[in-house]
C-alpha cells in the first residue's frame, strides 16, 4: 500500500503557479522544489508536483493535454467546512483562476470546483458525517418499514 501521493500536473509559468497556491494557503516542501519543478503540500501525505512543460515531457512520451480544452484529471480535495470550500474557492478566483462549475449542495455534501492558471480542475468538497449518518439512518427505517410491508 502507498504512504504518499504525488499527483504530476503540467504548468505554463511555474513561478505563477506557486503563487496561485500560495495564495489559497497551501506551502512548498522547498527539498523537492528548484527551477523545473515545485512540490505542493496539499496534505501530510498529499501532494502535487508542479512541473515545467519541459521536465514533465522527460516523464512521458505522450503529448502534453492542454488542462483548458481537455479533461486529464480531476483533484478532489476534502475540506473542514463549507466556508472553508467557498473561501478557497474564492481566493483560487482572486489569483487568477476561474470558476468552472457552480456550487453542489446535497444537505450532507457541499462541494465547489475551480480551475487553477493552468485549467486543472480543481472540486473542493466538504462532507459532514453527521448528517450523512442521519440520512442513512432515515434510509435504512424507510427501506425496513417498506420490507415489513410486504
Excluded at 504512504?3 to 522547498?30: A, E, T, Y
Excluded at 498529499?46 to 479533461?71: C, G, N, S, V, Y
Excluded at 475540506?79 to 457552480?102: C, H, K, L, N, P
Amino acid at each position: 500500500m502507498a504512504n504518499k501521493i504525488f499527483v504530476n500536473l503540467p504548468v505554463q509559468d511555474l513561478q505563477k503557479s506557486m503563487d496561485f497556491f500560495r495564495h489559497l494557503g497551501f506551502g512548498f516542501n522547498m527539498q523537492f522544489t528548484n527551477h523545473a519543478a515545485a512540490c505542493l503540500v496539499l496534505g501530510d501525505n498529499i501532494f502535487a508536483m508542479l512541473l515545467t512543460h519541459e521536465h514533465f515531457a522527460a516523464f512521458t512520451k505522450k503529448p502534453i493535454a492542454d488542462a483548458r480544452q481537455t479533461t486529464e484529471v480531476l483533484i478532489a480535495l476534502d475540506a473542514e467546512s463549507r466556508e472553508a470550500v467557498d473561501t478557497m474557492v474564492r481566493r483560487a478566483v482572486e489569483a487568477g483562476g476561474t470558476i468552472y462549475a457552480d456550487p453542489q449542495d446535497h444537505g450532507w455534501m457541499y462541494g465547489h470546483s475551480f480551475a487553477d492558471l493552468d485549467g486543472h480542475q480543481w472540486e473542493i468538497g466538504f462532507m459532514d458525517e453527521a448528517a450523512l449518518k442521519q440520512m442513512m439512518n432515515a434510509q435504512g427505517a424507510a427501506n425496513a418499514g417498506e420490507l415489513a410491508a410486504n
